[in-house]
């Protein structure tokens, strides 16, 4: 077998989500959020969702199709209606918004807390609604930082439910939208954007640019030292990187020159692409100290890898890569 052949099928049978599994889990999710229309629609109680077919968000890795196996999780956003609610959206901190609910709005008035409307107690009456549904009484439904994680025997996957809210459109037309930052009050995101943005870099390369993030989040969680990076900070370093150098002939050669890119560029900040979160680069310097040294050893594998294949020595070409995907 040649090194392209065993790579590919590598990919194929350890990385990529199979087809089927991934067709299962969108059918199970769109289920799950027809009955979260209707249980709330049901009684006059409950709080709003947001009008028309935009009370609905896909959201994560599963949505921007980056999720690596095993398939886990399946993040959905349920987007309420703010009833006329402010918030000071102007705060440069993007993970400290404050919303506050006016007296008209009483079915949102009464999950306010001591800042303004609590996204716990939010999140705590969506997993009451959750509960509404006939078929997830037996789940297992447990509240987790930002979202609600429901686990279901049925299903091999997960969903991490996360309640938020839409901003009002700017003077151009922009908006964003408001979710739980874990400690009461809300955060900035648009899970918009980084789908965009992976389809307009798309154009730009000849390779599956999809694929190859997933092949660099597979290395990341293969190797405990790299695992402290985040992968959607990974994820954003990919696009920087392209925005220097897009052209490659295939995959192997991108990750080859990424890894180079990459024991560099882990020393700097690392800015949200949407312009809402700031620096994702969060760790500290003798982390990324630690994940620089192990980029540079990488590189040196997959220099030796790509080599090798380049005059047909498949056999020791392969072993690099083997050593490259370690024993995840």
């Known amino acids: 077998m040649n090194t392209n052949s065993w790579f590919e099928n590598y990919v194929s049978e350890n990385i990529n989500i199979d087809s089927g599994k991934s067709i299962g889990a969108r059918k199970s999710r769109d289920w799950l959020t027809s009955n979260i229309k209707k249980l709330s629609q049901s009684n006059e109680e409950n709080i709003q969702l947001y009008p028309g077919s935009e009370f609905t968000l896909k959201m994560g890795s599963f949505a921007r199709k980056t999720q690596i196996r095993p398939l886990d999780d399946v993040d959905q956003m349920i987007i309420f209606s703010a009833m006329g609610s402010s918030a000071n959206l102007e705060t440069d901190q993007w993970n400290q918004v404050f919303i506050n609910v006016p007296d008209s709005a009483s079915n949102l008035k009464q999950m306010d807390g001591d800042h303004g409307l609590s996204s716990i107690k939010v999140l705590n009456y969506l997993k009451r609604l959750l509960n509404g549904i006939s078929q997830y009484q037996s789940a297992d439904i447990k509240r987790s930082q930002q979202a609600l994680r429901l686990e ?131 760790l500290d310097y003798p982390a990324r100290f630690e994940i620089q040294k192990k980029a540079e050893y990488y590189h040196g594998i997959i220099k030796d890898a790509n080599y090798y294949e380049e005059r047909s020595m498949d056999e020791k070409a392969i072993q690099k890569w083997v050593n490259f995907f370690g024993n995840y």
């Open 152 to 282: 279901l025997s049925s299903y091999e996957w997960g969903f991490d439910i996360v309640p938020g809210f839409r901003t009002i459109d700017d003077d151009k037309g922009n908006y964003y939208y408001i979710i739980p930052n874990g400690e009461g009050a809300w955060e900035k995101t648009d899970p918009r954007i980084d789908r965009k943005n992976l389809n307009e870099y798309q154009t730009k390369v000849q390779i599956d640019l999809r694929e190859v993030v997933r092949i660099l989040k597979y290395w990341r969680k293969a190797h405990k030292s790299v695992c402290q990076l985040n992968s959607y900070a990974l994820e954003t370093m990919v696009l920087n990187f392209i925005d220097e150098k897009p052209i490659y002939s295939n995959s192997r050669e991108f990750i080859e020159c990424f890894l180079f890119y990459l024991s560099s560029a882990v020393l700097n900040p690392v800015q949200d692409r949407k312009r809402l979160q700031g620096n994702l680069n969060s």
